[in-house]
């Protein structure tokens, strides 16, 4: 399969699988501190939902990140979450031939108060804010694991345009 960047992303689906695979239940829904934001499991559900509205992009409805269910199984539950990671990994990889130019309507809200910004993007532009999304959440993941002494594989929650880095060892005070 040629790589595309739907296949991209369905590679970082399958990096996020081989992590998750690895991490244990409890490490899963650990708070490392109060006011952390979220567990790792509530960090993997919010990047899912996004890869899954994207997947589910369509030119007849309007695209909106802010429409998602919260709290679901998926935070709690790391089998659900491995399941819903490999399923999302194949549809991706199932648009590998998706025209990235093909047009989108996007709907953001950009206030608590309700305000939004509407207009017309492209799955191509789209697909760009999911894979930093995702990695964004993946540093994030990498953070809280790493405050429980757990190593994630290199390159996991970096952007390809940044430089190689060593890993981070935290230790207790």
Known sequence: MATTPFVVLG???DDLAGLLVRVSPQAYVARPAPGVSGAVGEHVRHALDHIAV???ADVRET??????RRGT?????????????LRL???????ADRPLDEPVFVASKVSASGAEVQGWSTI???LAFVVAH????????ALLLAFQGIQVPPRFGYAPSTPAAPPVTLHAA
């Open 124 to 126: 191509g532009r789209e």
């Open 73 to 85: 199984a998926i935070e709690t539950e790391l089998t659900l979450a491995l399941d819903e990671t």
């Open 11 to 13: 590679q970082m689906l």
């Open 63 to 68: 695209l909106s990140y802010d429409w998602r």
């Open 134 to 141: 995702t990695i964004h959440h993946e540093a994030i993941i």
């Open 54 to 56: 994207l997947l589910a």
């Open 89 to 95: 990994k194949v549809l991706a990889e199932r648009q």
